[in-house]
């Protein structure tokens, strides 16, 4: 099953149909995709696509002068991926992320693993790493997928991202076993509120309100109420 940030590699006849899915003028974007060998980012599904397709995204490099960023949404069939993986590791950010940040980045990949933690990198760092073109601006942001399985690890993941945000720019999600996720900048603001604070929770074809009580429901140890407020 496909979930959002996971990274698709077209064949040749997916990005056909994807040249299909999108307006003439990104057509030259996803020939330089496709060149590339680059893959392209499952983002949530459109209300009117079809069962057997797959909805994907692009992001271009930052304009040389406006610095706008486009980010260019497409659909291929699911039979032309041809592989996927999860999001990006952060050990295979560090060597192309800002010199700046590397030494931090490499402290906290060291203490994710030590606290038994799954942080994956998507957005401008990210595209940065797999196309080695550049995307990292002086306003760009780190943005790391947390996927806790515990309430433990909610609880440690949610402190070492907290601590490290001090010096590094994170931003991101927490990815919770159902597949929904929460901004954890959100998170941490609303369990500040109680138990029942209601977070946006973004899931592979919607986008909804829930409670942050019924997200710890999905962790397992639940008995450590605490880390829903």
Known sequence: MFKRHDLAWLTDAGWRASRDSVAPKYHPALERW?????????????????????????????????????RISLRAPISETSRTMPPLAIDAIIATAPAPWRHRLQLLAGQAVERDLALKVYGSVAWQALTAVSYVT?????????????CIQLEDGLALLEHH???????????????????????VQAIRCGINSRV??????????????????????????????
């Open 34 to 70: 496709q060149r590339g060998g680059w893959p392209a980012v499952v983002r949530r599904t459109d209300p009117d696509a079809m069962p057997n397709q797959v909805c994907l995204g692009i992001a271009l490099p930052p304009d040389s002068v406006t610095r706008q960023k486009i």
């Open 138 to 150: 002086a306003s760009s942001d780190i943005d790391m997928l947390f996927s806790p399985t515990t």
């Open 165 to 187: 945000a001090g010096i590094l720019p994170l931003d991101g999600e927490i990815l919770f076993p159902s597949g929904q996720a929460v901004a954890w900048k959100e998170w």
């Open 200 to 229: 946006l929770v973004k899931e592979n074809s919607s986008v909804h309100l829930t409670t942050t009580s019924a997200l710890v429901a999905s962790l397992g140890n639940i008995e450590a109420i605490s880390c829903a407020g």
